[in-house]
């Protein structure tokens, strides 16, 4: 190991912050990739609570300033203005790689180049883990179980994918992306963690990404009818955002590589969270249905398990809990006098 976790100095600027049980300050240098996006500046704010030094790395392609902003004037925070499918050079204990753009919407946009995020990408934040003996960890995804045939998923599940479709350079890329993790762990000794994430929404999610939660949440507040898509029975696991960052610091900090589901298990269908939505923000607001995307999976719900057991973590946030705080963030971004800030 060429690097030692330096562990000195920031933590006694630090004594308030909440630390969960397991998660002590450790004056760590982490990098987060795709750290101004929705869950990486989540992510951010956490690990700056606890002490550490970041480094954002970020095209901006889905991410935003504004989702960091808050932090610029901490001597601890950092934000590199770089694609990940460029090499890149750095001295750090930790890499969470999330760069990937998430919504349907915005990695079909160029598939290709999302495919080369997730490959080349991974490869670079790989090969950086190997050269500095930092620990690796790789956010993939439920859609590495395609449109799954057993329900809900477990992670010894193998999925069923389809290669060559719409969706394929995520679903494709990611599992790509989780088999080099798994060469370097073998072949080069490198210390990584996978997370399966389920779907997740909260606070700084782009307003018009296309994600259904995100898609509801606007259109019911500026009282546009949601568009159900399909028949609006296909299924889906919401997750809270604090909830999945705990999961994250939890696998990190763990001694287990995975992979891991880290998900809600209350499942609902798209109908089901038609009506949340009305009645946490209009109940009178109306459903327009519409036609369902190509290769929609019918059902997702994870089976957490195994996270449960080896990580102590399940969450805490039910979708009536965590609908209104996110809610609350759309209404002012939406409505507020243009104010990005979502702290
Ligand atoms: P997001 O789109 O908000 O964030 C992704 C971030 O990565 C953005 O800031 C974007 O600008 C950046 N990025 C994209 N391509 C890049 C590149 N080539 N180089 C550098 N930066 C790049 O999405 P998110 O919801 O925060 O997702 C974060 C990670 O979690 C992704 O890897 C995603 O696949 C994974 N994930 C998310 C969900 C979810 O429901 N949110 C579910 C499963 C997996
Ligand atoms: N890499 C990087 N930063 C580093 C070390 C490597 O971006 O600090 C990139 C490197 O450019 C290469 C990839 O990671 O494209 C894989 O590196 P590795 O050393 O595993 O393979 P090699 O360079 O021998 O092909
Ligand atoms: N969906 C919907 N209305 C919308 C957007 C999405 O009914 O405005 C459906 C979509 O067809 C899918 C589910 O919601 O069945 C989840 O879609 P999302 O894009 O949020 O995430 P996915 O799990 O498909 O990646």
Redesign the pocket.
């Known amino acids: 190991k060429l690097y030692e976790p330096h562990g000195t100095g920031f933590g006694s600027m630090n004594t308030g912050g909440k630390i969960p049980l397991g998660l002590k300050r450790k004056g760590l240098r982490i990098v987060v990739t795709g750290g101004a996006g929705f869950v990486g500046s989540h992510l951010v704010d956490r690990l700056i609570e606890r002490g550490d030094s970041v480094i954002v790395v970020d095209n901006f392609f889905t991410g935003r300033k504004e989702n960091v902003m808050h932090h610029f004037k901490n001597p601890r925070f950092e934000l590199i203005r770089h694609d990940v499918v460029e090499?890149?050079?750095?001295e750090v204990d930790q890499i969470y790689h999330l760069a990937c753009p998430a919504s349907p919407v915005h990695y079909k946009h160029n598939p290709v180049k999302t495919i080369k995020t997730n490959v080349v990408g991974t490869?670079?934040?790989?090969?950086?883990a190997?050269?500095?003996g930092a620990r690796f960890l790789l956010t993939s995804t439920s859609e590495v179980y395609g449109d799954p045939l057993q329900h809900p998923q477990v992670e010894t599940y193998w999925g069923n994918v389809n290669p060559i479709g719409v969706r394929s350079c995520y679903d494709e890329g990611k599992r790509t992306a989780e088999t080099l993790t798994m060469d370097?762990h073998r072949g080069?000794g490198v210390e990584v963690r996978i997370a399966r994430i389920f779907n997740t929404y909260g606070p700084r999610m782009c307003i018009d990404d296309g994600r259904v939660v995100s898609n509801f949440v606007a259109q019911a507040l500026r009282k546009e009818p949601l568009t159900v898509y399909g028949d609006g029975k296909q299924t889906r696991s919401f997750q809270y955002v604090s909830d999945l960052v705990e999961g994250l610091m939890r696998l990190m900090e763990g001694e287990h590589v995975g992979p891991f589901n880290l998900g809600n298990p209350g499942e609902f269908t798209m109908l089901e969270l038609a009506q949340v939505v009305q009645e946490t923000i209009d109940p009178n607001a109306r459903i327009e249905f519409r036609p369902n995307t190509e290769d929609d999976p019918h059902k997702r719900k994870p089976d957490i398990t195994k996270a449960k057991d080896l990580l102590g973590w399940e969450p805490k946030i039910s979708l009536r809990k965590g609908l209104p705080l996110m809610v609350s963030d759309f209404r002012q971004r939406i409505f507020g006098d243009h104010k990005e800030d979502t702290t």
């Open positions: 090499p890149l050079l750095l490869l670079n934040m790989l090969g950086l190997k050269r500095v370097y080069a």
